[in-house]
């Protein structure tokens, strides 16, 4: 199992920009596949970005391309969501995740609470 733990949520005003951070506790950090759900309040949890374990493969939900960028950095063993033009749309708790393939994630974070007010 792969301890995640997300930081860098918070409350901000609507266009402005978060950066989230998820940092795992593994030495094999790189042979995971990583990705970033979010869940908003009354909602099922939903898919945002994800990133192959070489970052050579990148995927985005249709609600985040152009805004959102995931990114990661296997010397820190960290994994980044840089989120822009944020809408109060984007209000949830965002979730971290692992797997060894990208859509098969059995390792999550605790989540950390994104809020966006208009």
């Known amino acids: 199992q792969v301890q995640l733990v997300e930081s860098g949520g918070g409350f901000v005003q609507a266009g402005d920009s978060l950066r989230l951070s998820c940092a795992a506790s593994?030495?094999?950090?790189?042979?995971?596949?990583m990705a970033w759900f979010r869940q908003a309040p009354g909602k099922e949890r939903e898919f945002v970005a994800a990133i192959h374990r070489s970052a050579g493969i990148i995927s985005y939900a249709d609600s985040v391309k152009g805004r959102f960028t995931i990114s990661r950095d296997n010397t820190k063993n960290t994994v980044y969501l840089q989120m822009n033009s944020l809408k109060p749309e984007d209000t949830a708790i965002y979730y971290c995740?692992?797997?060894?393939?990208?859509?098969?994630?059995?390792?999550w974070g605790q989540g950390i609470q994104v809020t966006v007010s208009s």
């Open positions: 593994t030495r094999t950090f790189g042979t995971y596949a």
């Open positions: 995740a692992a797997g060894v393939t990208i859509g098969t994630y059995n390792n």
